[in-house]
């Protein structure tokens, strides 16, 4: 007889599927809610859509009966313990959209029943948990640290990085009240090994926007080296291979086309939108915001002079992008700076295509693109290749080769471009 409690997971994403089959993993029975059919027709069928879940694992696991998707929220009845792990985007004027998070929670009070434990795992402003779900989950009645239980644990999850498992990674946990808290650490204990509690669920909504604020900070920093480097005929990355070998007090950041994922062009808005509301300025926050999304434009810009050396024009020229995903060996285009620069090439009216080993179609700007297929005659057929994604899979090498120039943006060259005077980095 099992006796772990059941969990019941609220959004089976990059997040919400990964911790479901970690609960499995270790003998709980989880109950994954999800608004899209879609999504869980194919995970009953076996079928995972997260590159860090393998089909087998998941499959085994409903097969077993050990997980159980559905639409339908009443199943969290049977749950002690109820992760909410739905998206929290931006909205166009950059303010955060909580409507994914407000009707999880509506949802969630209806379904709630006296001793369960509802910890969300979403990245919200600071005070969030305590101003906007701990009303909703009380209006039918029940008082938290005593009916039930409410806390905030930041998910850090890195998708695609194999150096550090979604179980390795320590879990912050704040409740509302220290009973919240106990019974939140408590519901986590089987899963990992390490928890930082802090006092109240403020301090863990902060502590995840401080991570993600210190790295778009440190990109936008490095970024703007980047520019200011080019000027005056500097190798950045010679000079961050250099600082890096400072053993204390530096930690290296790269210069590349632009933030994406989900996360670090994200969450920091979260923060200084919030920070507007005390009156607090948030100046580094907007200052990287600025110089980060102007990346796309710079690289377009520094491609449409390399074409202009060799006496082309942009307009009309072939240019080939290699990598369309936010980040190296993964699928996720959510925010990926390749949509700017494929925007932007796109407006110059160059003849561009691409390629990704992970994306093999996508919709943009009123067109469907397909990854074309990398051959060494269509590599020698471009005025210019542009590096975005530095996935592994590739040979630069061969590459280089072909084609008739490079454009590196991630320093994936950074092994074979003394052997080649076609490859110009960023
Ligand atoms: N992706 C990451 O690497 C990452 C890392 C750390 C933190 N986070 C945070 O975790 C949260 C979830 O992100 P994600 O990347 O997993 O998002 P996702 O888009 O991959 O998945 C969210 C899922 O929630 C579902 N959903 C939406 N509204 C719902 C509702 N009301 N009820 C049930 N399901 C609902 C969607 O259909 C989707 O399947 C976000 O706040 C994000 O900022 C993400």
Not at 225 to 249: N, Q, R, Y
Request: hydrophobic letters at 40%.
């Amino acid at each position: 007889m099992n006796d772990q409690p059941t969990v019941g997971v609220v959004g089976l994403g990059y997040v919400g599927l990964p911790l479901s089959m970690l609960f499995c993993e270790v003998g709980h029975h989880v109950i994954g809610v999800d608004v899209n059919p879609d999504a869980v027709q194919r995970l009953i069928s076996g079928q995972s859509y997260i590159e860090d879940v393998e089909s087998s694992v998941l499959k085994q696991h409903i097969d077993s009966g050990a997980f159980r998707p559905t639409t339908d929220y009443d199943n969290l009845k049977d749950a002690q313990i109820i992760s909410i792990c739905v998206p929290t985007p931006l909205r166009k004027s950059k303010d955060p959209d909580m409507a994914y998070v407000a009707n999880a929670a509506e949802t969630i009070a209806e379904v709630l029943v006296a001793g369960q434990t509802v910890i969300l795992e979403s990245t919200v402003y600071p005070g969030a948990t305590e101003e906007l779900i701990l009303p909703i989950l009380s209006k039918n009645g029940l008082e938290v640290g005593k009916d039930f239980y409410l806390a905030f644990s930041p998910e850090r999850v890195d998708p695609g990085n194999t150096q550090f498992s979604i179980r390795e990674i320590p879990k912050v946990i704040g409740g509302i009240t220290p009973q919240c808290t106990e019974k939140a650490v408590e519901a986590y204990q089987s899963i990992f090994p390490k928890v930082s509690t802090v006092k109240s669920t403020k301090e863990a909504e902060m502590a995840k926007l401080l991570e993600n604020t210190f790295r778009s900070v440190n990109i936008g920093l490095i970024n703007e080296l980047a520019l200011v480097a080019h000027k005056m005929d500097i190798d950045i990355w010679e000079v961050i291979e250099a600082a890096s070998t400072k053993p204390f007090g530096f930690m290296p950041f790269y210069p590349g086309p632009g933030l994406g994922g989900h996360c670090i062009p994200v969450d920091p808005f979260y923060l200084s939108w919030k920070a507007k509301m005390v009156a607090a300025e948030t100046g580094f926050i907007e200052l990287a915001g600025r110089v980060n999304a102007n990346m796309p434009l710079h690289v377009v810009d520094r491609l449409s002079r390399l074409l202009n050396d060799r006496g082309k024009p942009i307009n009309g020229s072939k240019v080939l992008v290699l990598g369309v995903a936010y980040k190296r060996d993964v699928s996720d285009m959510r925010e990926s700076p390749a949509l700017d620069v494929l925007g932007l090439l796109h407006q110059s009216k160059a003849d561009v295509s691409y390629h990704d080993p992970f994306v093999s179609q996508f919709d943009y700007l009123d067109q469907t693109w397909n990854s074309v297929k990398l051959s060494e005659s269509l590599i020698a057929e471009q005025d210019c290749v542009v590096i975005l994604t530095d996935h592994t899979h590739y040979d630069y090498e061969r590459i280089a080769k072909h084609a008739s120039q490079v454009f590196d943006t991630r320093n994936a060259t950074k092994n074979i471009r003394s052997q080649f005077d076609n490859i110009e980095v960023l």
